[in-house]
């Protein structure tokens, strides 16, 4: 491989996009530190690398956990002789799907916990190493959640919305010290994040959102015929990592630019429109009576 | 004066100064029953005096501290009593603040404080008060984000994070809400004169240490690029007032409206641009940060086919 191999860590590496980040950039001759919580996935994984001579190292790492951080940064420390990172992938990040004001305050943290604050400690960790040397490169797994909103997913949304947010702070603030701050920005893909966010919709059963609720998991199948392999991201991921000078943005699929383009050419009502189509947020699916007009209604009452 | 709309009852957080304290004063002269609320008693009580003394209207104050839930629930209680049970048409959505720093350097507390104020405290109080106006199928929540909800500076990054964070909260809202009869609006000022820049400097004494010292030392200068743009709080109030009055409110209102030029001007320039001005703007450059330029030890990549790239250039 003419590119020179580079010092990867990635969190979330146990499945997903980011389990093969980790064993696409070893394959290009990365040295990858692949981490995750659940050990036994990360020696499965780590099994299979070994089966293809990679130079990929597991790391035990609970983003959400100040212990296990610190742990990580000595482990890996001693890996790289005193050298730390070329490249962080703050990857580890999940979904809660829910009608955004029935999501419960502590349903809401958890998200922000793993998402936003989690990628900001292992950030802060494994920053010093890189200003020391005056180089490295810090990869945000973000989503094209990240610059538009779903319906349903308006939790994740913001969580994906202040990483975006975050990452052009840090672009900004860490150039001068050599250090790159990219984004990658994953549409639809084949991932557990469906499985594990349409798992807890049933919570909602009782809510005025209960009778649209079937409806989401059709929605759901139908999003699946459009989703993208992992490997797409992966790939992305490895030109965020082996281009001289990274983007600040990475879209994957490619295509997915589209709904940037839309999305600012599409008037506001029309947008609305239609996200309240796709998420059966009509008062028919949702068995309301025809919406009165509020103002209209209160004017007739005060005359 | 167009005719003042029919009264509505109207919450406002974080109303004690700047611009949720305008807005009270402008929203009750319009002939709304104003409710403010805020955690400084003394400063609520001299805020309504000054609304009673400019005329009749109801114009009622309540504690509230969004960022806890005891406070919350007693506020939501007390509010039910005062309204006979109607609960609030409105919701203004206004506490929130920043601090200033390099965020790589700000600790998880100081990123923390802020999230939980901007964004848990206000999905917290849009929980409260949100049933009541499901029930009657009519309300109006009104979030103030700002400018930086959609266009980010140095040195701000974690209030940043919570305002993108407000945006994307308040685009589900707006979808999962209206066919419940209930709208949501997102107000986004630009530089407002309020105390938003003295709390923002009250934590800044931590990065002298830093790396960023030679910045942080001129961040005075810096703040007053910003704050000779400022308008006055009142016209932010102005634009809350226009969109109580209108039926149909739009998704996002600038403030004063020619701040709205930064979108544009953050869509049509080019990142590499975009980012070069703004370092500029927060003197993040190696010769004000007085950083060396050359990496130490990284060896010089050798991609065969970009070199002799270089060198054909060179000849030409």
Known sequence: MATKSKIVLITGATAGIGRM??????????????????????????????????KLDVVELDVTSADSIATAVAAVDQLTSGHGLDVLVNNAGFGVLGPTSEISDGE??????????????????????????????IINVSSVGGRMTLPWFGVYNSTKYAVESLSDAL?????????????????????????????????????????????????????DRFASNPIVIARAIARAVNARRAAARYVAPRFNRMIFVMQAMVPTRIWDWSMRRIGHLTPKHLGLAERKEPALLEATKAS | MSTPSIQKVVLITGSTAGI????????????????????????????????????????????LDVTNPASIAHAAAEIETLTGGHGVDVLINNAGFGYAGPLAEQDDAAVRAQFETNVFGLMAVTR?????????????????????????????????GTKYAVEAMSDALRYELQPFGVDVVVIEPGPIKTNFGDTAMTKIGAFAGSPYAPAIAQADAIRQQFEKRAAPPEAVAKVIGRVLAQRRPSARYAAPFYNGAIFLLNRVTPTFVWDWAVRRLGRLTPEHLGVTAAPPAAPVPTPAPAQRATSTHAVN
């Open chain 2, 128 to 160: 409260a008060f949100l049933p009541a106006m499901m029930r009657r199928r009519a309300g109006r929540i009104v979030n103030v984000s700002s400018i930086g909800g959609r266009v980010t500076f140095p040195f701000f990054g974690a209030y940043h």
């Open chain 1, 108 to 137: 809401m943290r958890r998200q922000y916990e793993t998402n936003v604050f989690g990628l900001m400690s292992v950030t802060r960790a494994f920053l010093p190493r890189m200003r020391e040397r005056r180089a490295g490169r």
């Open chain 2, 20 to 63: 949720g304290r305008a807005t009270a004063l402008h929203l009750a002269r319009l002939g709304n029953h104003v409710i403010a609320t805020g955690r400084k008693l003394d400063l609520l009580e001299a805020l309504r005096r000054e609304a009673l003394a400019e005329g009749p209207g109801r114009f009622d104050i309540a504690l």
């Open chain 1, 21 to 54: 980040s980790a064993l696409h950039l070893a394959r290009l001759g990365h040295h990858v530190i692949a981490t995750g919580r659940k050990v036994g996935e990360l020696q499965k994984l780590s099994a299979e690398a070994e089966g293809e001579r990679l």
């Open chain 1, 171 to 223: 672009r900004y603030e860490l150039k001068p010290f050599g250090i790159d701050v990219a984004l990658i920005e994953p549409g639809v893909i084949r991932t557990n994040f469906e499985a594990t966010a349409v798992a807890q919709l049933d919570a909602f059963a009782d809510t005025p959102y209960g009778p649209a609720l079937g409806n989401y998991e059709k929605m759901s199948k139908q999003a």
